[in-house]
T-cell receptor, first 109, second 114 residues
Framework: QQPVQSPQAVILREGEDAVINCSSS?????VHWYRQKHGEAPVFLMI?????EQKGHEKISASFNEKKQQSSLYLTASQLSYSGTYFC??????????FGKGTSLLVTP | DSGVTQTPKHLITATGQRVTLRCSPR?????VYWYQQSLDQGLQFLIQ???????AKGNILERFSAQQFPDLHSELNLSSLELGDSALYFC?????????????FGEGSRLTVL
């Protein structure tokens, strides 16, 4: 039930773009994205719901393909502060929220 | 500050022992989630409670148990500890009655089993 994230790790230079993918083997009701900086707790970025509704921070964009059971997080014009580990969490029909193993992102000057 | 409080922050114990981790959710949040984070497994969902009732169970071992009390705080009990139980344990709370609100994570309790 744990979603699969790719890539496992990304290194970018400031200003470059990145895409992080998340896929599930089960039908999805919602996809959640969180970022965790080293030594800190995960922090909410965005929720995408079946049917197209999205809630999240203005500077973050993501897509949710219900048919393919996939979501992608788009990080554009990356900044040093984007560095961290990104987790996608998937909600199926119940209340559980299962997270993937994470994608480590490092933005260098 | 997420508003979610976890204690203790750090805990070192020996194999075979039992520990209790405590979580106080944000004021008014009825849902509490527990996660285990280890280096190679990411965030593993353990269990979720809503207003005192268990709502969802993940990869929680039989040696582990949890409960949510009437004042909404929650405790995660880990017994017969093994070296592999060493991890960071996060509690998160969520408001509302649905399943789509954001989670607010506590700072975590780091457990080291020697």
């Amino acid at each position: 039930q744990q979603p699969v994230q790719s890539p496992q790790a990304v290194i970018l230079r400031e200003g470059e773009d990145a895409v992080i993918n998340c896929s599930s083997s089960k039908a999805l009701y919602s996809v959640h994205w969180y970022r965790q900086k080293h030594g800190e707790a995960p922090v909410f970025l965005m929720i995408l719901l079946k049917g197209g509704e999205q809630k999240g921070h203005e500077k973050i964009s993501a897509s949710f393909n219900e048919k393919k059971q996939q979501s992608s997080l788009y990080l554009t014009a990356s900044q040093l502060s984007y560095s961290g580990t990104y987790f996608c969490g998937t909600g199926n029909s119940g209340y559980a929220l299962n997270f993937g193993k994470g994608t480590s992102l490092l933005v260098t000057p | 500050d997420s508003g979610v409080t976890q204690t203790p922050k750090h805990l070192i114990t020996a194999t075979g022992q039992r520990v209790t981790l405590r979580c106080s959710p944000r004021s008014g949040d009825l849902s509490v989630y527990w996660y285990q984070q280890s280096l190679d497994q990411g965030l593993q969902f353990l269990i979720q409670y809503y207003n005192g009732e268990e709502r969802a169970k993940g990869n929680i071992l039989e040696r582990f148990s949890a409960q949510q009390f009437p004042d909404l705080h929650s405790e995660l009990n880990l017994s017969s500890l093994e070296l592999g139980d060493s991890a960071l344990y996060f509690c998160a709370s969520r408001g509302g009655t649905g399943v789509t609100g954001e989670l607010f994570f506590g700072e975590g309790s780091r457990l080291t089993v020697l």
